[in-house]
């Protein structure tokens, strides 16, 4: 069974439940990043840790990661969220996130806007709960969407895809 990568699974799924869109900074940053890495650690766990279990789960693994391999660029939630932005953060420190948090208020009869990126300020937050958050994907076939709302996609189709090996390693455990 893929019991690694489902325990780097369940770290991630805790990580996203304790992320909110008020996390502004380096707050906002060291959990966006905790997530993407924990994203793509579980392939990665999967493939170097759980392989070792048996050699009908080595087989299993090997034969789903050659299936996803031979349809890239599909599923884009793995190729284009999964690696893509874990390579993005890892590899250049950025991300695909836009936060900007608006303040109004009414001064002399108008009312006035404040946007501030709530992303890329170090050592400064505004806390108010009048501020309203507006967080999301800025580029790719996610543009627009939630990157909550993604996260939580991303471990749905991981959860899918460790069962998809399981049921393959079990297939191949039964012709040994």
């Known amino acids: 069974m893929s019991k690694n990568a489902r325990k780097v699974l369940y770290d991630c799924q805790h990580a996203i439940e ?19 890495a924990l994203l793509r650690a ?10 070792k279990e048996s050699i009908a789960m080595s087989k299993a693994i090997k034969k789903k990661w050659d299936d996803l391999c ?9 190729w284009e969220f999964i690696v893509e932005e ?3 953060f890892l590899k250049n420190y ?12 009414i001064s002399d009869g108008s009312e006035l806007v404040m946007s501030i990126d709530m992303t890329e300020s170090q050592g400064f937050m505004i806390e108010s709960s009048q501020m309203k958050i507006n967080s999301f994907i800025t580029s790719g076939k996610f543009k627009g969407m939630n990157e909550r709302k993604l996260a939580w996609m991303a471990c749905e189709w991981w959860e899918n895809y ?3 090996v399981d049921e393959l390693s079990k297939q ?3 012709k040994v």
């Open 18 to 36: 304790n992320y909110t869109d008020r996390l502004q900074a380096e707050d906002f940053r060291i959990a966006w990043m905790s997530i993407v």
């Open 42 to 51: 579980v392939g990665h766990v999967l493939n170097t840790v759980d392989t």
């Open 70 to 78: 031979k349809t890239k660029p599909e599923p884009s939630i793995f």
């Open 86 to 88: 874990r390579n993005r």
């Open 94 to 105: 950025e991300h695909s996130i836009s936060r900007v948090g608006n303040l109004g208020w």
């Open 162 to 164: 460790l069962n998809e």
């Open 172 to 174: 191949y455990s039964d």
